[in-house]
């Protein structure tokens, strides 16, 4: 399979080109290119006979860990809004590519009803439901509280944590002993934010239910696990209304490795919280892949 960058290659550091994109954003829009491909890792059959279902999947971290899971051996379901199909069938072309089946569900998983398509889709065209990844996310920064709407808080919460609750509730009608509910919490749901109020508090409520859910389900056989992501280079901080196309050209220059990490680099981490054969004792973890970001819990 063609390449997108030399193996060898460093991963890119700001400046970036300045660049701004209108919400949801594309990936194909950004540049450089967002890193999904992973070519020095290694698969080894970890997820062979898997089915998946992906939120956000048409890009950004969401595009690595299906791309990841296909190489892995799993089928993959994956949502997106109706703005991004390109991106979609960019990621459904990479994952057919590893000969697995890539269904395509678009739709907005703020619609409570949609997130039980969701999942009613995925079953009925791969057959079942073994892993399940809520990863799409929706943000937009604020100089301060007053600038909060009710009407963004009530987006960015049905979002990030109303669709994932109810995915979760939609998936256990499917999912076997075995199943992993895995979903993208955030640096911010630990450490806070101070222009990312109504974000950072999903994503620590992400972090609460994640561990709630896990105590619930350990007699299933079940496991629920997050994953913490410091910054990112991904359609989601160039599309943000309040971040301006100066500030996206240093986007995570104060990580402390002085880059946003690559998609590629995340991963990983999805992979192992899927494979019962290298977490079949983690559950209830919040993973942070944070870049040398210091925080307990």
């Not at 109706?82 to 994952?95: C, F, L, M, Q």
């Not at 057919?96 to 997130?115: I, K, M, N, Q, S």
């Not at 196309?245 to 992979?271: H, S, T, W």
């Not at 054969?277 to 307990?296: C, H, K, N, P, R």
């Amino acid at each position: 399979m063609k390449r997108s960058h030399a193996a060898t290659a460093e991963p890119p550091r700001p400046p970036f080109p300045e660049q701004h994109q209108k919400s949801p954003g594309l990936e194909s829009k950004l540049d450089p290119p967002p890193r999904y491909e992973a070519e020095h890792y290694r698969p080894a059959a970890k997820l062979r006979g898997k089915v998946a279902l992906v939120t956000g999947g048409d890009s950004g971290i969401g595009r690595a860990v299906a791309v990841m899971f296909a190489r892995e051996g799993a089928d993959v379901a994956i949502s997106f809004l109706p703005e991004e199909k390109s991106d979609a069938e960019g990621t459904r072309a990479v994952v057919e590519g590893y000969g697995r089946r890539c269904v395509l569900v678009p739709g907005d998983l703020t619609d409570a009803a949609f997130c039980h398509e969701l999942v009613a889709v995925t079953v009925r065209e791969l057959g079942k439901l073994d892993i399940l990844v809520s990863n799409a996310a929706h943000q937009t920064r604020k100089e301060k509280l007053a600038d909060l709407t009710d009407a963004e808080l009530e987006k960015t919460f049905e979002t990030n944590v109303y669709a994932y609750i109810r995915l979760a509730r939609a998936a256990l009608d499917h999912m076997e002993r075995g199943g992993a509910i895995i979903v993208t919490s955030s640096e911010t749901g630990i450490l806070g934010s101070r222009k990312l109020p109504d974000y950072s508090a999903t994503k620590g409520a992400i972090n609460a239910f994640t561990k709630s859910l896990a105590q619930d389900l350990i007699e299933q056989g079940i496991r629920v696990n997050a994953v913490a992501p410091g910054p990112v280079w991904t359609p989601l901080n160039p599309s943000d209304a309040g971040l301006p196309a100066e500030r996206v050209a240093n986007f995570g220059k104060d990580n402390p490795m002085g880059r946003p990490a690559q998609p590629e680099e995340l991963a990983p981490a999805y992979v192992f919280l899927a494979s019962n054969a290298d977490s079949s004792y983690v559950t209830g973890t919040v993973l942070q892949v944070m870049g040398g970001e210091s925080a307990g819990g």
